[in-house]
C-alpha cells in the first residue's frame, strides 16, 4: 500500500527517507528561493494583470503540490515570464477591461491548461518533452522576452501604451519618450542603482527584493504618490475564497486551444530545466509524472485563486547554488510566502510599478540569449532559421500565434523527419562489422550483396520515398548484384497495410530482375504481418532472417556455393572443349 503512495507521490518517498543532515540546507535554500520569488510572483501578477495576492497564492499551493508529486528535488514551481504573457496576450482582449472578469479567465485559463497536462499524463504523452525542438524553444522564449520588455517601458517611463502590437508599440516609443514621467524615471533608476549595487556588493543575496522593497520605502516615507508615481494599489490579502466564474460560457471555447499551447509550452520548458538538475545532481527524473504534477499543480493553483505555473529556472537556480536537497525546499519556501500573503501583505501597496517593471526587464533579459540564436547560423544553419522563424512570428503576429506556429513547427519537423530520414548503404569493415559505407573507407560493400537501411520508422505516408530510394541506391550499384538485403530493425516498427503491399511491389521488382529480396530482423514479428497481409516468405516470396549477420552469412555462402558450382561447369567445359579440339585435330590429321 506505501508503495503505492510513493509511485503516486514520489516526493512523500523523499520526505519519509528524509536524513536530518539535510535539513540546514534546505532551510538556507527556502529562505533563498523565498526572497527572490516574493517579488518576482508580485511582479508577474501585474504581468498577467491580476492584484498582486494573486501572483503570492500562485506560489503557495502549486509549490507544496509538487514537492508531494513531482519527480525533480531541485525544481521550483512558480509564475513565469512566458507563461504569465501568454495569459495575459489570450484573457486581455476577452474581458474587455472588466478586471473581475478578467481575474475569472485567468483562473479558468490555468485550470483547463492543469486539466490537459493530467489528460497528457494519463495517456503517457512525456514524450512530449522532446516535442518542441531546441531551436523552436530558444526562438520562442527570445521573442517572449523581448515582448514583455517592450511592454514595460509604459511602467518605467511612465506613460501609457495605445497600440496593441509589438511592432506598432515599437514605432510609437519616440512619441512616448516625450511623454515621460520625470518622478517614475527617477523611480526607475533608483531600482536599477539599488539592483547593480546589491548585485556588486553581495551577489548571493535576493537583489531584486532588496530593490522593491526600498522603493516601497520610498514611496511611504517621501508620499511619493503626491507626484503620480504609480503604486500597485491595495492588495487584498488573507485566506484565497473560491469563487466559481460568472462570465458566459461560451468564451470557454476561446481558452481551450491557447490553453494546450500552454500546457505544451510550459510543460517543455519546465521538463529542460527539471532534466538539467537531475543531471547535474546525479538522478532521473518520470516525464510522464512531471506532466501530472504540473496539472495538478495548475489546478491547485486555479482553486487557490491563482494563475499558471511552470517550472522557475532562475528560483530553482537559486534552489541549488544555496545547497538544496529535497523538495522540503518548496514546502518551507511556500509557507514563508503564504504568512506574507495571508497576514502581511498591508506594505504591499506601496511598491512602484516602475520597480516591478524593472524585474520584469531584468527576468526577461536572463530569457534573451541572442547570441545563441546567432551561433546557431554557423553550427546548424537549418536550426538557425527554424529559430529565427519563431522569434519573428511572436514578435510579428503576437505570442498566442507565434506559440501556435512554434507548436505546429515542431509537428512538421518530425514529419519531416519521419517522411523523408537518412538512409545508408551497409558494408563490412576489415573485422567483419556491419558499418556505414562513407569517405572513410573503414567498411567495403559485399560483393554481388547490397545492403540497405531506411533511418524512420516506415508507414503509409513515407513508404512510396522507401520504395524510391531503395530503387535509386541499388541502380547506383554494380550489375552483379544478387541479393538485396533490408535493415527491419530502424523501419520495420508496426504492421502498416501500406508497406507490406509496397513490399510485395519490390518483390516483384526484384524478381523479375533475377535478384532475392531479403529482409534482416525482426522475424517473428515479419512472418507474423505477412501472413496477415497474404504475402509469401522463403523461396517462394521474400526471405526473412533473425538478424542482419546471419542474413549475410547464409547470402555469401550461396553465393560461393554459386561461384563454386560455375567454376566447376567452367572446368567441364573447358575438358569437354579440349576433348573435342582433340578429336578433331586427329580427325584433320587422318
Known amino acids: 500500500m506505501l508503495s503505492r503512495l510513493f509511485a503516486f507521490m514520489p516526493g512523500l518517498n523523499t520526505l519519509f527517507n528524509y536524513e536530518r543532515k539535510w535539513f540546514a540546507d534546505d532551510v538556507k535554500a527556502a529562505l533563498s528561493v523565498a526572497a527572490v520569488a516574493l517579488p518576482v510572483a508580485i511582479a508577474y501578477a501585474q504581468l498577467t494583470g491580476v ?23 531541485q525544481l521550483i514551481v512558480g509564475p513565469d515570464a512566458a507563461t504569465c504573457a501568454v495569459i495575459a496576450a489570450v484573457v486581455t482582449p476577452l474581458a474587455a477591461g472588466d478586471s473581475v472578469k478578467h481575474w475569472q479567465l485567468v483562473i479558468t485559463m490555468t485550470a483547463m491548461t492543469g486539466f490537459w497536462c493530467i489528460i497528457a499524463s494519463r495517456f503517457k504523452l512525456g514524450v512530449l518533452a522532446d516535442f518542441l525542438s531546441k531551436p523552436i524553444l530558444m526562438g520562442l522564449l527570445n521573442g517572449v522576452a523581448i515582448t514583455i520588455i517592450v511592454g514595460q517601458f509604459s511602467k518605467v517611463f511612465g506613460f501609457t501604451f495605445d497600440e496593441k502590437y509589438l511592432l506598432e508599440r515599437l514605432g510609437g516609443i519616440p512619441t512616448y519618450l516625450a511623454q515621460a514621467h520625470i518622478p517614475t524615471i ?105 506532466f501530472m504534477a504540473l496539472g495538478i499543480a495548475n489546478i491547485t493553483s486555479a482553486l487557490s485563486q491563482g494563475f499558471a505555473v511552470s517550472g522557475a529556472d532562475s528560483r530553482t537556480a537559486v534552489n541549488d547554488s544555496n545547497g538544496g536537497k ?54 546548424d544553419r537549418q536550426a538557425f532559421y527554424l529559430t529565427l522563424t519563431t ?44 558499418r556505414t559505407l562513407d569517405s572513410s573507407d573503414k567498411a567495403k560493400s559485399v560483393d554481388s550483396i547490397f545492403i540497405y537501411r531506411f533511418n524512420s520508422p516506415l508507414t503509409y505516408f513515407n513508404s512510396s520515398y522507401f520504395k524510391r530510394r531503395l530503387l535509386e541506391q541499388y541502380a547506383r550499384q554494380k550489375d552483379d548484384i544478387q541479393c538485396v538485403i533490408i535493415d527491419a530493425v530502424p523501419c520495420f516498427t508496426h504492421l502498416d497495410l501500406s508497406v507490406m503491399a509496397m513490399l510485395s511491389d519490390l518483390n516483384t521488382i526484384f524478381r523479375k530482375r533475377g535478384v532475392r529480396l531479403e529482409i534482416a530482423g525482426r522475424k517473428r514479428q515479419l512472418l507474423a504481418w505477412f501472413e496477415i497481409t497474404d504475402i509469401k516468405s522463403g523461396t517462394e516470396g521474400i526471405y526473412v532472417h533473425s538478424d542482419l549477420y546471419l542474413a549475410l552469412r547464409i547470402n555469401q555462402r ?4 554459386q561461384q563454386h558450382s560455375e567454376e566447376e561447369s567452367e572446368e567441364e567445359s573447358e575438358e569437354e572443349s579440349e576433348e573435342e579440339s582433340t578429336h578433331n585435330n586427329a580427325i584433320t590429321a587422318e
Open 391 to 434: 522569434l519573428l512570428a511572436v514578435l510579428f503576429i503576437g505570442v498566442i500565434p507565434g506559440i501556435t506556429l512554434a507548436v505546429l513547427l515542431g509537428l512538421f519537423q518530425f514529419i519531416r523527419t519521419v517522411m523523408r530520414p537518412t538512409d545508408h548503404i551497409l558494408g563490412v569493415d576489415i573485422n567483419g562489422v556491419v
Open 326 to 379: 529535497t523538495q522540503l525546499v518548496s514546502i518551507i519556501a511556500a509557507s514563508i510566502i503564504a504568512v506574507i500573503a495571508i497576514f502581511l501583505t498591508d506594505p504591499l501597496e506601496f511598491i512602484p510599478s516602475a520597480a516591478l517593471g524593472v524585474v520584469l526587464i531584468i527576468a526577461s533579459i536572463h530569457l534573451l540569449d541572442l547570441k545563441a540564436v546567432w551561433k546557431l547560423r554557423l553550427r
Open 558 to 561: 550461396k553465393i560461393a556455393e
Open 186 to 290: 527617477i523611480m526607475t533608476l533608483s531600482t536599477v542603482a539599488i539592483y547593480l549595487g546589491m548585485k556588486r556588493i553581495k551577489p548571493t543575496w535576493p537583489a531584486s527584493m532588496f530593490a522593491i522593497a526600498l522603493g516601497a520605502v520610498f514611496v511611504w516615507l517621501f508620499n511619493l504618490e503626491q507626484f503620480d508615481v504609480k503604486t500597485i494599489g491595495l492588495v487584498d490579502g488573507g485566506l484565497p475564497l473560491f469563487q466559481t466564474p460568472s462570465f458566459d460560457v461560451g468564451i470557454i471555447r476561446e481558452l481551450v486551444i491557447p490553453a494546450l499551447n500552454l500546457a505544451i509550452v510550459s510543460f517543455v520548458s519546465m521538463m529542460l530545466t527539471a532534466r538539467s538538475f537531475a543531471s547535474k545532481n546525479g538522478y532521473d527524473i518520470d516525464a510522464d509524472k512531471e
Open 51 to 73: 492584484n498582486a495576492a494573486v501572483g503570492l497564492y500562485s506560489c503557495i499551493l502549486p509549490m507544496m503540490v509538487y514537492a508531494l508529486f513531482g519527480t525533480s528535488k
